[in-house]
């Protein structure tokens, strides 16, 4: 059963940058699809970058020229650099084995004025 814990998350200014993290477990880390999601306040659940076992990347829309996902294998750890951050960044982040119906308890980002 996979089991995902975001951390990383917090306070910060707009325009500012954050560095999100996600430690796996119950997987074979290097063969997994993963990704990020958000939920903002009121809002439904939203898909916002992927990463792929062979490192191909997608993000959306709103995420291009932000946001880098990554991965490193070795660690059994996904991360979601976040950068030129805006109010509507503000959510709970989740990190989620793609192939899994699992989700983590998530990680809060604001972005404040």
């Known amino acids: 059963q996979a089991h995902v814990v975001e951390s990383g998350g917090g306070l910060v200014q707009f325009g500012g940058s954050l560095r999100l993290s996600c430690a796996a477990s119950?997987?074979?880390?290097?063969?997994?699809?993963m990704g990020w999601f958000r939920q903002a306040p009121g809002e439904r659940r939203v898909w916002v970058a992927s990463?792929?076992?062979?490192?191909?990347?997608s993000y959306a829309d709103f995420a291009k020229g932000r946001f880098t996902i990554s991965r490193d294998n070795a660690k059994n750890t996904l991360s979601l650099q976040m950068n030129s951050l805006k109010f509507e960044d503000t959510a709970v982040y989740y990190c989620?084995?793609?192939?899994?119906?699992?989700w983590g308890q998530g990680t809060q980002v604001t972005v404040s004025s």
């Open positions: 989620k084995v793609l192939s899994s119906d699992s």
């Open positions: 119950g997987i074979t880390f290097s063969n997994a699809a």
């Open positions: 990463i792929m076992s062979s490192g191909a990347t």
